[in-house]
């Protein structure tokens, strides 16, 4: 691979992931804000007015799960997942590279299977035509924002794990 092939992959990446990250945490506060107006219309409305919002907890279910599945990609591209450092007490650098390069390898590839398992599952919630409850809302598009969800988070463990295994940690 060229120096200038290089720069360009990089520029790539450097160019997509501002936009991508103002574009999910934008999704990701109006969710969040989506929650907090509904759960406080709903306790005023209860307790006030004695006349709940109807199907403030489908409501409320629903955006939890859209508030996750945006923030995914976001928390893996940031590298805050989590961690369990085995090997932090090591001293070869080769063994904690190579560790390094398990762990974005299982992280890509659980997240591709959870995406591809997630894809048969809305497809086949669209194909049954699965709704909510009491409001009727269509289940098949938490499913497919789930699916792309952890999708873009595979192609985020990858550049992530690729960074940190270049950078030698």
Not at 2 to 26: D, E, F, H
Not at 49 to 68: K, M, Q, R
Not at 81 to 89: K, N, R, S, Y
């Amino acid at each position: 691979m060229t120096a200038t092939s290089k720069k360009t992959n990089a520029g790539w990446i450097s160019k997509i992931r501002p936009v991508m990250t103002y574009v999910l945490g934008s999704a990701c506060l109006l969710a969040m804000f989506a929650l907090i107006g509904l759960t406080c219309v709903d306790v005023v409305a209860r307790y006030v007015f004695n006349s709940p919002v109807t199907g403030a907890y489908e409501l409320t279910e629903l955006l939890l799960a859209t508030l996750i599945f945006l923030a995914l990609p976001l928390t893996t591209a940031a590298g805050e997942h989590i961690e369990v450092e085995l090997l932090d007490g090591m001293k070869s650098r080769v063994l904690k590279r190579l560790g390094t390069f398990i762990a974005g390898v299982c992280t890509i590839t659980i997240f591709a299977l959870i995406a591809m398992e997630l894809i048969e599952h809305a497809d086949k919630l669209q194909r049954r035509e699965q709704v909510t409850d009491s409001l009727e809302i269509p289940l098949f598009i938490i499913g497919w924002l789930g699916a792309v969800s952890f999708a873009v988070s595979a192609v985020a463990a990858a550049v992530f794990s690729y960074n940190r295994f270049r950078k030698g940690a």
